[in-house]
């Protein structure tokens, strides 16, 4: 059966790349994938396979059942765009202004829908059901997962498989952990209220800036002094803003930045100790700081047994050049949720393409031939898991 399968998705590997590329070109970012998700709808329609739509949002939901009794399987596929400006010189270039996949959304888009029209062709042989998740609004927390879970997208599933296509891996391999593989993602945005003035009085003023810039460094020495050096976690300032003419001290200074971590009891330890040093720092200044610690995606968990399951059937796809155990990224990614409700993994497929750029970058893209082989590998385990 997996050749069959193999085939279908072989010979429609032309399609898969058209339909990525258009997608490609009509980019919409996240909680406003209106018309992609109407383009995800009509192809199922046109395949005469059930679906629902508007699932917790823009989500769209399909379910092909196989002629034989079995377990249900779900696969998920992202298809959220970035706000980024496409600089890429290629004739699939983004056609909206400020908008595009710097993420691979599209790939994996492309290749789920391909997926589902090849078990839908092979269905009166299969057994179970398959369940094909495509999700909007990864990119911008609270994220389409958790909306889409509420609204049932996980009703009746056994198992979920996911899979990420990944620019700075070499092409078809497959990357694997089990346990954390990707970081809880939170957020910081702080305030330093302070006492402006004029730049020959600095005495009669409470600089804004100078107190954000103790924040800065002070934050610094939670990572390598308040965090067992086993464990793992990230802070990083992304923006200091404070914008006055050049002879004018600040009255206030904002701060943004993120918090990446796999435990939830480091987790909690970075929260309060941001606080208590934002605290110290305005006792310290006859100052006011305001904090707002806002919590993104739990880390991403993959489960022991379903990660081993996955290694072994991903050895045995054709076209999958190795399978290797990778280390957690720390990448934030909203497929945790489907994780903390039913076992499955989430692995990542290599798609470097000639010449790199990183996820996020204005230049991004990736090798088209790793969808086939991401197609293949969440094929293979959703037929697998029926035995």
Known sequence: MNEKLYTLLDNSFDDMVSVRRYLHQHPEVSFHETNTAQYIQD?????????????????????????????????????????????????????????????????????????????????GELAGTYVFIHQHAEEYAPGGAISMIEDGCLDGVDVIFGTHLWSMMEPNTIQYVSGPIMAAADRIEITVQGAGGHGASPHQTKDAIVIASQLVNNFQQLVSRRVDPIESAVLSIGSFVSDNAFNIIADQAELKGTVRTFSPKIRDLMESEIQRIAEGTAHMNNCEINVTYTRGYPAVVNHERETAFLHDVAKEVPGVKEVVQTIPQMGGED??????????????????????????????????????????TLGAAALAYQN
């Open 43 to 123: 192809f199922y329609t046109k395949l005469g396979v059930e679906f629902r739509s508007n699932v917790g949002g823009n989500g769209v939901v399909a379910r092909i059942k196989g002629g034989k009794p079995g377990k249900t399987v779900a696969l998920r596929a992202d298809f959220d765009a970035l706000p980024i400006q496409d600089q890429k010189d290629v004739p699939y270039k983004s056609t909206v202004p400020g908008v595009m996949h710097a993420c691979g959304h599209d790939g994996h888009t492309s290749t789920l829908l391909h997926l589902a029209k090849a078990i839908n062709e092979l269905k």
């Open 335 to 376: 497929f945790a949720y489907y994780l903390e409700q039913v076992p499955g993994t989430f692995f990542f497929t290599g798609a470097q393409p000639e010449n790199a750029f990183p996820h996020h970058h204005p230049r991004f893209d990736f090798d088209e031939s790793a969808m086939l082989t991401a197609a293949k």
